[in-house]
C-alpha cells in the first residue's frame, strides 16, 4: 500500500516516537511509506534526526506549526494537497491536534479524483486538545473542530481505550470506527539489564548517593505534567526518609520556576534536574532509578509508565486518562488526581519497602512486554489499512 503519516513536528514526545516507528516498521514490510512534518520546533528536543537513512521519504512542510496561524495554515492546507495530489496514497493517517485537523481535510478533499474512495483517512488520537483545565469556551472550539473534521475521518486509532471514551462522549465520530493499538516502545533498550556499573555511573554523574531512593520523573517541565505537585509531595517525603531523591528528566519552559523553587524549600540539595536527555539514555535513567513518579494531570496513555515496567520499575501515577490501563495494585499505585496526601502515602509505602517495589516490578514487566510490542501495534494499525483499502 501507499501511505501517508502526517505529524505536525518532530519534537521529543510519545505522539512522535509512536510515529516513527509506525512509519519504520510499515516500510520495512514492504510499503511504500511518506512521513510529512513540519519543523521540529520548541524546548523539548528533536526527533527529526531519527527519520534520516530510513526506508521511507520524509516530507517538511515549513509553515506547519501547532500555534494557530491562519496564513501558515492556509499554506500548509494547500501544499498537504498539493502532496497527496502527487503522491496519490491508498491512506493518509494523521497525528496530532493541527496535522490531524489539516490532513484529514486535505486527504477528504482528494477523494474520488483518481480513483473511487481513495484515500482512506485514518486520524490516530494520542491525546486530546478539550481537557478540564482550560476554558469552557476554548474546549467548545476544540471540540468543534474535532467533530468537523470526524466526518472526514473513516478510521481512528487510539492508544488508550480512555482516549476513545473520551471522543465518543464528546460526541467526535461516534458512527466510525475506533480500535485501540497502544503506543509501541522500542522493548530492547528497556528489557536489557544495564551494568551495575553504569548505573552507578549514572549516579555519580549527578551525584546521587548509592543507597538513595531515587524517584523519577520522566516528562517535559511545562504547565499540567504535575511536576508541582511532586514538589509539593516532597516537602513531607523529605522530612519521613532522609535517602530519598527526586530525579526529574527533561526540560520546558518551567524548568527555572521549578529549580527557584526546590531552593527556596530548602529541597535543592534532594532534586536533581538532567535537562534534556537524548531517548537512548532514558532506559539507564529508570533502571537507575526506583520509582518512577508521573503526576501528568492528562495524557492519552504515558510511555513513560510502561517504559518503567519494561525496566521492572513500579510506576505511581496521577488516574487520569490511559493509566489505568496499566496502573494497577498490581504494577504500582494509582493516585487522584491533585491529592498530595494520597501522593505522599503512595510513594512513602513504595520508598518503605523494597520487596515491594520488586514485586510490582517484575509484574509490570510481565504484562505489559507483548502490549507494547512494536510488532503489536503495528499488526493492528495494518488491519485498520488493509480493511479500508480491501487490500489482502
Not at 514538589?231 to 517525603?237: D, G, P, R, T, V
Request: charged content about 25%.
Amino acid at each position: 500500500m501507499k501511505i501517508v503519516h502526517i505529524i505536525t513536528r518532530l519534537i521529543l514526545g510519545g505522539a512522535q516516537e509512536n510515529t516513527l516507528i509506525t512509519c519504520k516498521l510499515l516500510a520495512e514490510r514492504g510499503h511504500d511509506v511518506t512521513l510529512i512534518t513540519g519543523p521540529a520546533l520548541g524546548p523539548e528536543g528533536e526527533l527529526f534526526n531519527q527519520t534520516k537513512g530510513q526506508k521511507y521519504e520524509t516530507i517538511v512542510i515549513d509553515e506547519m506549526r501547532r500555534a494557530i496561524e491562519p496564513v501558515k495554515d492556509v499554506v500548509s492546507y494547500r501544499k498537504l494537497k498539493k502532496r497527496l495530489r502527487r503522491l496519490q496514497p491508498d491512506i493518509v493517517h494523521t497525528h496530532s491536534a493541527k496535522a490531524g485537523i489539516l490532513g484529514r481535510y486535505a486527504g477528504a478533499a482528494l477523494k474520488g479524483t483518481w480513483a473511487p474512495n481513495r484515500p482512506a483517512v485514518v486520524h490516530g488520537i494520542h491525546g486530546l486538545a478539550f481537557h478540564p483545565y482550560q476554558s469552557p469556551w476554548l474546549n467548545w472550539l476544540y471540540i468543534t473542530a474535532e467533530r468537523a473534521a470526524a466526518r472526514r475521518t473513516d478510521y481512528f486509532v487510539s492508544v488508550a481505550d480512555a482516549m476513545t471514551d473520551q471522543s465518543k462522549a464528546a460526541g467526535i465520530g461516534v458512527d466510525k470506527p475506533y480500535v485501540t493499538a497502544y503506543s509501541a516502545i522500542e522493548e530492547e533498550q528497556f528489557l536489557t539489564p544495564i551494568a551495575t556499573e553504569k548505573k552507578a555511573q549514572f549516579r555519580r554523574q549527578y551525584d546521587i548517593p548509592e543507597d538513595a531512593v531515587v524517584l523519577v520523573t520522566i516528562a517535559r517541565l511545562f504547565m499540567l505534567k504535575g511536576h508541582d505537585y511532586i514538589i509539593e509531595s516532597a516537602k513531607e517525603l523529605a522530612r519521613r526518609f532522609d535517602n530519598v531523591i527526586w530525579l526529574f528528566v527533561g526540560n520546558g519552559n518551567l524548568a527555572d520556576q521549578y529549580q527557584q523553587e526546590v531552593r527556596d524549600l530548602g529541597l535543592a540539595d534532594r532534586f536533581r534536574f538532567t535537562g534534556l536527555m537524548p531517548p537512548s539514555d532514558v532506559p539507564l535513567a529508570i533502571q537507575a532509578s526506583d520509582i518512577l513518579v508521573h503526576c501528568s494531570l492528562r495524557e492519552g496513555l504515558a510511555r513513560t509508565l510502561p517504559q518503567a515496567m519494561l525496566c521492572a520499575r513500579p510506576a505511581i501515577s496521577f488516574d487520569v486518562d490511559g493509566a489505568r490501563e496499566v496502573v494497577n495494585e498490581h504494577t504500582g499505585r494509582l493516585v487522584a488526581p491533585q491529592d498530595v496526601p494520597q501522593l505522599i502515602e503512595a510513594c512513602a509505602e513504595l520508598i518503605a519497602d523494597q520487596a515491594l517495589r520488586e514485586k510490582l516490578g517484575q509484574t509490570g514487566r510481565e504484562s505489559v512486554t507483548q502490549k507494547f510490542a512494536p510488532n503489536t501495534m503495528v499488526d493492528t494499525i495494518e488491519h485498520v489499512y488493509r480493511t479500508l483499502t480491501q487490500v489482502d
